[in-house]
């Protein structure tokens, strides 16, 4: 077989030498004759020929056509719709699945329609899977695109139309010329319109598309997305409430402080039912100790961004209202040279236990037992110590005999029932009434409109002190903003985030009857939230861990990368995004929150806008 360089080195000219043109033309049939004749003919043989151009004339207009080659239809199931583009040469290299494109409708309306796949064809048919194709391609530096077709399938997402000199949308209810020439969405309002995206709100990121910006001619030229924060379009989607899904590494806790910061900028107010307009006060539960930091700012944050985020209208900076509240448990020692945010110690007085009796139930009571707990032993307490009894006046209480064997006769609470309860409420001692004010004694300093208190728990090493400490005062504020006779008219009387991050450790499915207490808790708190204005902001690396009762009741979904393929599924976000989960890089998102925009891919800012990590 010979090298394929043999055609590599031919050239159709080589051994003529010069004047061997003219002579091959003279002794060919049509110069017998005369030699006058020959010469004449040869005379008037020339090599040059005129170059005829297969460009069209004029300028090019977008990036292709829709074509019908395969079809063309507009269905009510998107399974059924069959909707093509064909991308012009010079466009092919900046086309993105993702991308948003624009076909518009001859009477001025414009289809918004997304890239859901890309595809080579062959122009002409002609088997390339051989030697001589693919070594011919190994030897050139370019490919020529001429051979080729390149499809773009592009799903339809809504039409816009002018009413009245506003941009409007509707569903897709039409098909688009053939031949409609397409073209990039490159403008900010076509761009927000299309995806239902708010102008105004809290800022999550810039859209973004396969992990770049989409960018526009406008300055600034990134798309700023919102969460809608006013009740002119039904209910801030903060009192709907959202969750932070991402792995370690992905930036949620970044993208969490730049989010809570946005809450806590010094014009976000709430409209309460006396006509007041309230700052929000931001409750966070952080088990990693660094939330606090939002109190300082970032020293990296430079003059220039600053001015950026400034005609964003993204607030920043260390936020001067921000304590930290401090759970006394035993021995404990809270050290914070990482944050100057102000410290206040508190304890959990075993009061709060007459409202929540499962605070004192240190594993699983059957309900025989909880009710025993609830209904006998914890009302006797009550009326023999009083409201105020602490919690070692309960277990000595417990420790009697007589009232072990009273209570076994009288048939109201069975001995082995009875000494169940008691060695599961036993090992609180070091939680309940400790040196320190109780919680119920600083809701005032503890409640602070347009303020951050954060309660950190790094500092306690026992998982169980640290799930009483969260879900007591969580119950605290929850109880206070259901009940319709409050104790703490503040908690009942300012608009309330409340962040819990790592949720999944208290919001899990389990069956234990106390899980069950937290989780009925909760679920009525976010089915309740909107109408007492208040919101959970739930952060956590095992979304599939959250108790679906209250996930549920999530509107605003944020996933961050996440390398679980259970953890991915649970988020229920859609198809087409969920596949780009695992490969997002930090600080890429998915944002899903049906009542704000489309589904959508964020890129959150590279910076946090308060101070972020330890030295």
């Known amino acids: ?11 159709a000219d080589a051994g003529i030498e010069d004047g061997s043109a003219a002579d091959a033309a003279g002794s060919s049939p049509s110069s017998s004759g005369s030699e006058g004749t020959a010469s004449s003919t040869t005379d008037e043989v020339t090599d040059d020929f005129e170059a005829t151009t297969v460009e069209p004339s004029g300028e090019d207009v977008g990036i292709g056509t829709i074509c019908v080659s395969q079809g063309l239809r507009i269905a009510e199931d998107e399974d059924d719709t069959t909707l093509r583009a064909y991308v012009t040469r010079g466009n092919r290299s900046s086309i993105r699945i993702g991308s948003y494109l624009l076909a518009p409708y001859p009477d001025g309306e414009t289809l918004f329609c997304r890239i859901t796949g890309l595809e080579y064809a062959q122009q002409y048919h002609a088997d390339d899977a051989t030697e001589i194709h693919a070594r011919r391609a190994m030897r050139t530096d370019e490919i020529d695109e001429a051979d080729y077709k390149f499809v773009a399938n592009l799903e339809p997402v809504a039409v816009l139309y002018d009413d009245d000199g506003e941009l409007k949308r509707r569903m897709t209810d039409r098909v688009p010329k053939p031949q409609t020439v397409i073209r990039q969405a490159d403008d900010t309002e076509e761009i927000k319109t299309g995806l239902k995206m708010p102008d105004d709100g809290v800022f999550l990121g810039h859209l973004s598309v396969g992990g770049e910006k989409v960018r526009t001619a406008a300055s600034p030229p990134t798309i700023d997305y919102r969460l809608k924060d006013d009740y002119d379009a039904g209910d801030p989607l903060v009192f709907r409430h959202s969750l932070i899904a991402g792995g370690t590494g992905s930036g949620k806790t970044h993208g969490a402080k730049n989010i809570l910061r946005q809450y806590l900028a010094e014009e976000r107010t709430y409209p309460m039912d006396d006509g007041r307009e309230v700052s929000p006060a931001v409750v966070q539960f952080d088990p990693q100790d660094e939330y606090a930091q939002m109190h300082d700012d970032n020293p990296d944050l430079d003059d220039e961004f600053a001015r950026r985020l400034e005609r964003e209208g993204i607030a920043y900076g260390g936020h001067d209202e921000t304590t930290a509240f401090i759970p006394k448990v035993g021995s404990a020692s809270y050290a914070a040279g990482h944050h100057r945010a102000e410290q206040v110690e508190f304890t959990i007085p075993f009061s709060m236990v007459h409202d929540n009796p499962w605070l004192v139930a240190g594993s699983g009571l059957n309900d025989n037992q909880y009710g025993a707990l609830t209904t006998v032993l914890l009302p006797r307490f009550r009326k023999q110590y009083g409201s105020d009894g602490t919690y070692e006046e309960f277990t000595t209480f417990l420790d009697d005999p007589a009232l072990r064997e009273e209570l076994d006769e009288s048939g109201r609470v069975h001995e082995a029932t009875f000494d169940a309860v008691r060695r599961r409420v036993l090992g609180f001692g070091h939680i309940f009434d400790q040196d320190a004010r109780p919680i119920t004694e600083l809701v005032h300093d503890f409640i602070q409109p347009g303020g951050l208190t954060v309660v950190p728990t790094y500092h306690i090493n026992d998982s169980r002190a640290t799930e009483a400490i969260v879900l007591a005062v969580s119950s605290l504020i929850i109880d206070q903003k259901l009940s319709n006779d409050p104790d703490y008219d503040r908690i009942k009387e300012t608009p309330l985030v409340l962040g819990m991050d790592e949720a999944h450790n208290f919001l899990t499915d389990a069956d234990s009857v106390q899980a069950g207490k937290v989780i009925t808790k909760f679920t009525e708190a976010a089915k309740q939230g909107r109408k007492e204005r208040l919101g959970l902001f ?20 944020v996933v961050l990368n996440l390398g679980d393929e259970d953890a991915i599924k649970s988020v229920n976000i859609p198809s087409n995004l969920e596949s780009k989960v695992p490969y997002m890089e930090k600080g890429q998102m998915v944002v899903y929150s049906p009542d704000n925009s489309e589904p959508v891919e964020l890129i959150g800012l590279p910076k946090c806008l308060t101070r972020h990590g330890r030295d």
């Not at 959250?546 to 009741?553: E, N, P, R, W, Y």
């Open 538 to 557: 739930l952060i956590t690396q095992d979304p599939q861990d959250i108790h679906d009762a209250v996930f549920k009741q999530i509107n605003t979904t």
């Open 1 to 11: 077989m010979s090298d394929l360089g043999d055609f590599g080195d031919f050239d």
